[in-house]
């Protein structure tokens, strides 16, 4: 899926109010630890979603994947809370770039997120998926995951 179908679809599920199903929400509580959890609860609902579906679809992809990949792949937009951008600040910001404060955090997310999960004290394996210095396969499996 190109960046920009990928990005339409994200704007047009961002507009459900829907949270994640508590059996969705266990899933995410056995994954984290205490502080992650603490991390992604910072999230709005149709980011919370969208963590929940990207993690789902790599668990297909690669079923084995450790605790801490697959924690790696719930908080991966984690640095986006941050900005405290709407969903449609955010589409303006992608177009436009970072121009204004808020907007250039918002494109830092990913080096956000790695801090904000340092502090956390997240394993290193948790924030090799963010930096994407994880496994290779590890890293095309998250990809695929988040793009479609």
Same mark, same amino acid.
């Given at each position: 899926? @190109?960046?920009i179908?990928? $990005?339409a679809k994200r704007f047009v599920s961002s507009w &459900?109010?829907?949270d994640? &199903?508590?059996d969705e929400l266990n899933m995410v509580r056995s994954t984290l630890t205490a502080s992650e959890f603490i991390l992604?609860?910072?999230f709005g609902n149709a980011d919370r979603r969208h963590s929940v579906e990207v993690a789902q679809r790599f668990a297909v992809f690669l079923p084995e994947a450790s605790r801490e990949h697959r924690a790696g792949v719930l908080l991966h937009d984690i640095g986006k809370v941050q900005s405290n951008l @709407?969903? $449609?600040m955010r589409v303006i910001a992608t177009v436009v770039g970072p121009r204004t404060k808020r907007f250039a $955090?918002?494109?830092q997310h990913e080096e956000i997120g790695i801090t904000m999960l340092r502090h956390a004290g997240s394993h290193a394996d948790v924030i090799a998926v963010l930096n994407q210095t994880c496994d290779a396969e590890v890293a095309a499996a998250f990809r695929s995951a988040d793009n479609i």
């Open positions: 899926m @190109s960046y179908a990928h $990005l &459900s109010r829907k994640v &199903s508590e992604w609860n910072q @709407s969903t $449609l $955090l918002y494109h």
